[in-house]
């Protein structure tokens, strides 16, 4: 059964770092468009990122792009998202997702989500 | 960016009520590219609707999805004990957003 199960989130600093990792299981990542999502307390979710399947084409919401970093580890199976001069606005649960791609996209699988909170 | 309002907040009902869901967008969405997920505490959001109307793999008939260009709307047709959860819309197009999210509570 496919799953997905991120860690690293923690209680960071404003302008510190840190990186998230997402292990999949039951599929390969590398086949497939994967990406972050996250929600702040009380607010609405919002799309982070998407890595394609080709692995060399990302792309970023304005609101962490030069900030967050997506990528992946194809033997390990794995996604990550190092973030980077991060802010408090960045407190979130942050959820790794699979992209369906086709006539319609849809993220058709979701961890559990890990948390980050950015206080000082 | 497409803005996404989800009416009501919170919707009380019983198990074996019919529960009806809107999602309404700022803006027409193109090809119907809305999607429904249901959320319960401490768990990864479960995929029920794509394309508006196509019910994913696994989901209860109970669940169907309707709407065109900017109204959208989720009914879940007899609610049963496991149904009581958020649902969230979401559109996928240039640039995705999501709704605040519907809870469904027991009443």
């Known amino acids: 059964e496919a799953e997905l199960v991120e860690s690293g989130g923690g209680l960071v600093q404003p302008g510190g770092s840190l990186r998230l990792s997402c292990a999949a299981s039951?599929?390969?990542?590398?086949?497939?468009?994967m990406g972050w999502v996250r929600q702040a307390p009380g607010k609405e979710m919002e799309w982070v990122s998407v890595?394609?399947?080709?692995?060399?084409?990302?792309h970023y919401a304005d609101s962490v792009k030069g900030r967050l970093t997506i990528s992946r580890h194809n033997s390990k199976n794995m996604l990550y998202l190092q973030m980077n001069s991060l802010r408090v606005e960045d407190t979130a649960v942050y959820y790794c997702?699979?992209?369906?791609?086709?006539?319609?996209?849809?993220?058709?699988?979701w961890g559990r989500g890990t948390l980050v909170t950015v206080s000082s | 960016e497409i803005v996404l309002t989800q009416s009501p907040g919170t919707l009380s009902l019983s198990p074996g009520e019919r529960a009806t869901l809107s999602c309404r967008a700022s803006?027409?969405?193109?090809?119907?590219?809305v999607v429904w997920y249901q959320q319960k505490p401490g768990q990864a959001p479960r995929l029920l609707i794509f394309?508006?109307?196509r019910r994913a793999t696994g989901i209860p008939d109970r669940f169907s999805g309707s709407g065109s260009g900017a109204d959208f709307t989720l009914t879940i047709s007899r609610l049963e004990p496991e149904d009581f959860a958020v649902y969230y819309c979401?559109?996928?197009?240039?640039?995705?957003?999501f709704g605040p999210g519907t809870k469904v509570e027991i009443k």
């Open positions: 979401q559109q996928y197009g240039r640039s995705p957003t």
């Open positions: 039951g599929f390969s990542v590398s086949a497939n468009y």
């Open positions: 890595i394609y399947s080709s692995g060399t084409t990302t």
């Open positions: 803006q027409s969405v193109i090809n119907n590219y």
């Open positions: 997702a699979r992209l369906d791609i086709g006539v319609y996209w849809y993220y058709d699988l």
């Open positions: 394309g508006a109307s």
